[in-house]
């Protein structure tokens, strides 16, 4: 029997994907790329944007035609999206030959699902939230080199923007030993790179009865196994941000001289408006405790423009911030409205023109930035992971998270090289090994 799955959205995802892929193994199925070829078809979503909402639904409906076809066919919705409530009704309204819905506290009932609906029990929906962490499942590893491994789920922050918090549940962290243990056989199987996720890893361990369990004692732990090269995360919350994580980056070895900072905007009031905990004094406080103990360090972040009620001189805020820091990279966004969220419903909400126009400016802002300084790094050498290979180029990210583009062999892929760069570009690196 052959499974097709599809994965939109962030590495938590990408995560579970693998957990989702495991558990189809263990039920006897192999994975395949054609859709059209398959007994099993799930959609892992996401549902940070409606746009990509859409897009799910717009899969769904070309599947429609090959359920015609292929009655057997079982189709199911996992992911953020598949844990709204308002997507149920309007998936069965919209898609009833979806077989099964499943959400992202549930992703452990997954093979018992599959086996109903080939019992002939029909649709099945299981969307509980538990808040349960269960430790074990099987998992299938698409790069051996590279391991995700999550150490918290949920997110109790609810910006005002967001949908996370309502479709991941509360924050809730996985114990140091497990998260440890995984590290350890992964490592042992072959990962030279390790990415711990959570959607606030600054709060890890909060919740724990151990409260000696702390995000920076979780890497400084990491950093001693043997094998493991480099050591990255995903994502830091200004707020909850401290010296202690920059200590322990600068007194390891292995943790990535990177830090990502959602900054989301340069503006109190948005931030206010935002509900980020911070001000942009805070961050322009934390950014200079980087530059001073960490100079080497690349800085990058995220940021929102056009939400509700930014005025011109909230967004020349943001960009005099960005001025000031003077990020490596941004990954910037036009505010869309997220059903569900209170922003959604905020009064002055701004014209998609200007939310264009901001977002063309602060993108030609960043760019200018980036190109400058990886203009700088122009001959330097810098330690590369290659992740893919095409027509005769390695792609991996440097030590700071620079994309490095780079002649070499297909065998190279899952292998560190030093790469001298030779030509600096605005969004990535060109170079060539030592
Ligand atoms: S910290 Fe804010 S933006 Fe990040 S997942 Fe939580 S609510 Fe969403």
Known sequence: MLAYLETFGCQANERDSETIQGMLQQLGYKMTQDAAAAHLILLNTCSIREKAEQKVFSRLGTLRKLKDEKPSLIIGLCGCMAQEKDTIPHLRRRCPYVDLVI????????????????????????????????????????????????????????????????????????????????????????????????????????????????????????????????????????????????????????????????????????????????????????????????????????????????????????????????????????????????????????PLREKKDRLHALMDAQAAISLRLHQAMLGQSVSVLAESYESGILTGRAEGSQLVHFPGPDTGVGTFFKVRITEPQTFLLKGEIV
Do not use: W
């Open 103 to 350: 959400g992202t506290h549930r992703l452990h009932r997954l093979p018992a699902m599959i086996r109903n609906i080939q019992g002939g029990m029909g649709f099945q929906c299981d969307i509980e939230e538990t808040g349960e962490i269960i430790e074990g499942l099987p998992a299938i590893r698409p790069y051996p080199f590279k391991a995700l491994i999550n150490i918290t789920y949920g997110c109790n922050n609810f910006c005002t923007y967001c949908i996370v918090p309502y479709v991941r549940g509360r924050e809730r962290s996985r114990g140091l030993a497990a998260i440890l243990e995984e590290s350890r056989q992964r490592v042992a199987q072959g990962a030279l790179e390790i990415m711990y996720l959570g959607q606030n890893v600054n709060t890890y361990g909060r919740d724990l009865e151990d409260s000696a369990a702390s995000f920076e004692q979780l890497l400084l732990e990491a950093d001693k196994i043997e094998g493991l090269q480099r050591i990255r995360y995903m994502t830091s919350h200004p707020r909850d941000f401290n010296d202690s994580l920059i200590d322990a980056v600068c007194a390891s070895q292995h943790i990535s001289r990177h830090f990502h900072l959602p900054v989301q905007s340069g503006s109190d009031q948005i931030l206010k408006r935002m509900n980020r905990g911070y001000d942009r004094g805070r961050y322009l406080e934390l950014v200079r405790k980087i530059k001073a103990k960490a100079p080497e360090a690349t800085l990058t972040t995220d940021i929102i423009v056009g939400f509700p009620g930014e005025t011109e001189a909230d967004f020349l805020d943001t960009l005099s911030l960005v001025e000031e820091v003077g990020f490596d990279a941004a990954f910037t966004f036009m505010y869309s409205p997220r059903q569900g969220t209170p922003a959604a419903t905020m009064p002055d909400q701004i």
